[in-house]
């Protein structure tokens, strides 16, 4: 089994940063893709950012591109996904998840992490 534990949300004023780390315990795959989806208040679900393990490509939402960068450290079985130029509107809990496919979608998702709440204020 694979467990996904996220940590690095937190309080930032608009314009500011955060990274957020998810490390992966148990086998990964290298078919696996990772990444993360966010849910604010009242809103669906979302995809934020995708990275595959073994190659290493990315993708984004429009609405994080250019502003949010996914990465990999392999020796360390971890995820990351800095956040720059944050706004008032990606306040939201962002959770890491991980899928036996080749991009990152919700009802592909075979593992969530627990969490992480990203409150940015203006």
């Known amino acids: 089994q694979v467990q996904l534990v996220e940590s690095g949300g937190g309080l930032v004023q608009a314009g500011g940063s955060l990274r957020l780390s998810c490390a992966v315990s148990?086998?990964?795959?290298?078919?696996?893709?990772m990444g993360w989806f966010r849910q604010a208040p009242g809103k669906e679900r979302e995809f934020v950012a995708d990275?595959?393990?073994?190659?290493?490509?990315?993708a984004y939402a429009g609405s994080v591109k250019g502003r949010f960068t996914i990465y990999r450290d392999n020796a360390k079985n971890t995820v990351y996904l800095q956040m720059n130029s944050l706004k008032p509107e990606d306040t939201a809990v962002y959770y890491c998840?991980?899928?036996?496919?080749?991009?990152?979608?919700?009802?592909?998702?075979?593992?969530w992490g627990q969490g992480t709440q990203v409150t940015v204020s203006s």
């Open positions: 998840a991980a899928a036996s496919a080749t991009r990152l979608r919700v009802g592909v998702v075979d593992y």
């Open positions: 148990g086998r990964t795959f290298s078919s696996y893709v």
């Open positions: 990275i595959s393990w073994r190659g290493g490509t990315t």
